[in-house]
Nanobody, 121 residues
Framework: QVQLVESGGGLVQPGGSLRLSCAASGNIFRINAMGWYRQAPGNQRELVARITSGLSTNYADSVKGRFTISRDNAKNTVDLQMNSLKPEDTAAYYC???????????????WGKGTLVTVSS
């Protein structure tokens, strides 16, 4: 079994910064892409940022230049540095990882339980 555990959410004022972290643990042979998604009340879940095992990244247009995704392949972690936060960034943020559990297994998408980010004065 695989678990993704997020940390780092909270309340921050507009213009502030937060850093989210996610650690994968369990039966892991290889982690392919990792990413962060978010879902605001009444909205669909959307991709925020994604990073491949080769460290290629892509971002939602709304966060480009403000958010930075990074990962540590040795530690099976992915972080999201969020700067210049805006009220519209308020959402539950979810970690996602595409993981192969054993050498001959298919990759499976796993999700964390989410961490809440609130941007408000």
């Amino acid at each position: 079994q695989v678990q993704l555990v997020e940390s780092g959410g909270g309340l921050v004022q507009p213009g502030g910064s937060l850093r989210l972290s996610c650690a994968a643990s369990g039966n892991i042979f290889r982690i392919n892409a990792m990413g962060w998604y978010r879902q605001a009340p009444g909205n669909q879940r959307e991709l925020v940022a994604r990073i491949t095992s080769g460290l290629s990244t892509n971002y939602a247009d709304s966060v480009k230049g403000r958010f930075t995704i990074s990962r540590d392949n040795a530690k099976n972690t992915v972080d999201l540095q969020m700067n210049s936060l805006k009220p519209e960034d308020t959402a539950a943020y979810y970690c996602n990882a595409n993981i192969v559990g054993a050498r001959w297994s298919s990759a499976v998408d796993y999700w964390g339980k989410g961490t809440l980010v609130t941007v408000s004065s």
